[in-house]
């Protein structure tokens, strides 16, 4: 039995006794005098208790605990934390240990690991999936842009596109038919080649496999690859926004071949590979045969980490600063998107466009969170240059009693605007059920017939263009409860719009499609959010996106200058 494990006992058995003999000591431990005597010596040594045996007449031993055994499994983890080992730490702990060691987290996460440049980063959740074809939530798109390529990207500081694993590219006339070369020597992180054909086969899994993205993908007649490395891609129409598709997450090329684990533990080309994944963490480390300028840092350490607190206290956190030492640096970035709310049309009342628009005058966005609030401003549009939102009637007073059954996200923002939501809605009369959901949940949509009112979230990438026919037309939530015929015409106006060479003409037939949404009372804007990401002074690289996250490859930890400097 290791000692620890022989304190534990002891600490269990005698820890509300003082002064026990040397005799009641070994009975309790089932061991001689002399071996008792031997494991209080080593105990003492190592801090964790002070024992005076009794000398003369008239004298009792004592016996003091300096330590408790959760303090002491506490601490005896820090080697294992510095390692990043979390999951072999929690392993060892109760459940209360774990729950002290979950609080303790923070404290831990500026530890170093020998001479190698890891950051460790805390995220408030796990990660649900890495396969691109499924990462539909913001943090899990992100990862991917990290572990994957893509045969283009956007430059948000050019605001243009430029070729990745491809150097070149060309389309005929009508931009119905893109040809695009691959650089030599790619390679995925097991190794292995990444070839035409992984192309190929990554976009026929994105067309005929089922996805909510599935229908960007439903026009792709056919994928032919070629010599010099070449893959060609056959459009049943003109498709000018093609190329800004083959820069977004889902667009990641994956290797023909994977493991069931694949969403796990996935094998991509990116800047990192994953190295570790599991409840507690997951581990990035720098892929050393990656095709362009490699990682400034060895690896990224990303710990899920709980907030003590019943609301998360960052969207982001990049390093840990200890209270009293010097401040974090914030930094703001607006989202360009919008927080919004559907309704059921199946839902008597909000089958013709007066009762939804009756919703929509009870809710009027200035109402629902303060004045100059600096997380949020009130939506008139579906993005925050968009003013669509018509001027409304005051509300009629509903049958007290109605019912509505509302559901929401539960981050710390949907949380604080559903319950707005609910209070004034039932200042208005109604009767208003509030469910919160995960995001596997919202996927899944089980909940989409046992609701009236959904409170969702559209946050748009860098690419602003291909971001609004992204959420126009994918299987997007407001899509379920639209009838067939204003779905009809979205995917007609969807359509037009791929047909047009020039982005601000795309730009104008987005602004239509929204006033159309907003106006008839599908769609109602709340807010637009911002981030706000807390950075230490010791982390360099911080470049942010409109997603609120910044590209691992930049990030490097700067050290301390000496005094002489």
């Not at 097991?190 to 439903?218: C, I, T």
Request: a positive charge; charged letters at 20%.
């Amino acid at each position: 039995m290791k000692l620890r494990d022989q304190f534990n006992r002891l600490y269990q058995l005698m820890h509300d006794q003082k002064q026990p003999g040397l005799p009641a000591l070994a009975d309790a431990m089932h061991c001689s005098e002399r071996n008792m005597r031997h494991l209080l010596s080593k105990m003492q040594e190592q801090g964790w208790l002070r024992w005076t045996p009794a000398r003369g007449r008239g004298h009792h031993s004592e016996l003091e605990f300096r330590v408790t055994p959760d303090a002491l499994a506490l601490d005896q983890i820090q080697g294992l934390l510095a390692q990043g080992e979390l999951e072999q730490a929690f392993a060892s702990l109760g459940r209360q240990q774990k729950k002290q060691l979950a609080a303790r987290l923070p404290e831990f996460l500026d530890l170093r690991d020998g001479n190698r440049d890891v950051l460790r980063l805390p995220m408030y959740r796990q990660v649900s999936t890495l396969d691109p074809m499924h990462a539909y939530g913001r943090l899990e798109a992100h990862l991917v842009r990290q572990i994957f390529s893509r045969l283009m990207t956007f430059d948000h500081q050019t605001r243009s596109l430029r070729p990745v694993i491809a150097h070149h590219w060309e389309h005929n006339a009508d931009g119905s038919v893109w040809h695009f070369w691959l650089r030599p020597r790619l390679h995925f992180h097991d190794g292995s080649d990444l070839g035409p054909e992984d192309v190929k086969a990554s976009f026929l899994r994105l067309r005929d496999q089922p996805s909510m993205n599935q229908r960007l993908y439903r026009h792709l007649l056919r994928v032919e690859t070629g010599p010099d490395r070449r893959v060609s891609f056959y459009l049943k129409h003109s498709d000018w926004l093609w190329p800004h598709l083959l820069a977004t997450s889902m667009s990641s090329v994956v290797p023909r071949q994977r493991a069931r684990n694949f969403a796990q533990f996935p094998v991509g080309s990116g800047a990192f590979q994953v190295i570790r994944n599991n409840p507690y963490q997951l581990t990035l480390r720098a892929f050393a045969s990656y095709y362009r300028e490699g990682a400034l840092l060895d690896e990224i350490d990303l710990w899920v980490i709980q907030p003590c607190v019943a609301e998360p206290t960052f969207d982001m956190q990049y390093g840990y600063t200890p209270p009293g030492q010097a401040n974090q640096q914030q930094q703001r970035v607006d989202e360009s998107g919008c927080t919004y709310l559907i309704m059921n049309p199946d839902t008597p009342l909000l089958r013709q466009q007066s009762g939804r628009q009756q919703i929509a005058a009870i809710l009027q966005p200035e109402s629902l969170f303060p004045e100059n609030s600096p997380a949020r401003k009130p939506a008139y549009g579906l993005l925050p240059e968009w003013q669509h939102r018509p001027p409304l009637p005051p509300p009629q007073r509903v049958a007290a009693g109605t019912r509505l059954r509302l559901i929401s996200g539960q981050t710390k923002e949907m949380r604080q605007l559903a319950e707005q939501i609910k209070a004034l809605l039932e200042q208005a009369g109604f009767s208003v059920e509030w469910k919160t959901i995960t995001l596997k949940e919202q996927i899944a949509r089980d909940w989409l017939q046992q609701c009236d009112l959904y409170l969702g979230r559209e946050m748009l990438h860098d690419d602003k263009d291909f971001g609004c026919f992204e959420w126009f037309g994918n299987d997007s939530h407001f899509r379920h409860w639209l009838p067939d015929s204003m779905n009809q015409w979205l995917d007609k106006q969807l359509c037009d719009i791929q047909s047009m060479p020039a982005a601000s003409n795309r730009m104008q037939a987005y602004a239509g499609i929204g006033r159309e949404l907003v106006q008839g009372h599908w769609i109602m804007p709340v807010s637009h959010e911002s981030h706000f990401v807390s950075v230490s002074p010791h982390i360099a690289g911080v470049r942010m996106t409109p997603l609120g996250f910044v590209s691992f490859c930049e990030l490097w930890v700067k050290k301390e200058l000496s005094k002489a400097c």
